[in-house]
């Protein structure tokens, strides 16, 4: 139960729709129940959100087609923009900045949603549950280098979204 609010916020990441996830949720909630007795000492925390993944996926899988999604590799002056904050770099707040700062977060929020469903779930998992590469890999279960790969892309993507709607 203490971890509820975390799975369906995954989950709501990964459909798209509020909905969705709590049926998502509800199905992990069976599954984890089902399983507690195999849990052995550990993250209880990753075990949870690795159930409610799996059935975020399941969910995917039987009610929306799948896409084909082609992804290149960050250019040089792309990867300088991510380190150096490019156009999320903050200013000094007034009222002005606020109110932009709120468009900029529907912004974001519209562009993680556009995101192809690997990398949401890596950018979802690292910045908003605040999971470590090592654990995002537990519940994705990739290699860690995978995990810093998508999330590479992932960033790089936004950043291209979010220049996308500046303009």
Known sequence: MPRLDEGYRLARWLTGSASDAENVV?????RAYRAIENFAEGNARAWFLTIVRNAAYSWLQRHRPSK??????????????????????AAVPTPEDLLLAKQRSVALKNAV?????????TLVLREFHGLSYREIAAIS??????????LAKARQSLLSLLKETDH
């Not at 279960?141 to 998508?150: D, E, K, L, Q």
């Open 141 to 150: 279960n990739v290699p860690t280098g995978t995990v810093m790969s998508r």
């Open 113 to 121: 949603e556009k995101l192809p469903l690997h990398l949401r779930e």
């Open 68 to 89: 084909l999604v082609s992804l290149e590799d960050m250019p040089i002056e792309a990867q300088h923009e991510v380190e150096t904050g490019g156009i999320l770099v």
């Open 26 to 30: 509800q199905e992990a909630c069976i």
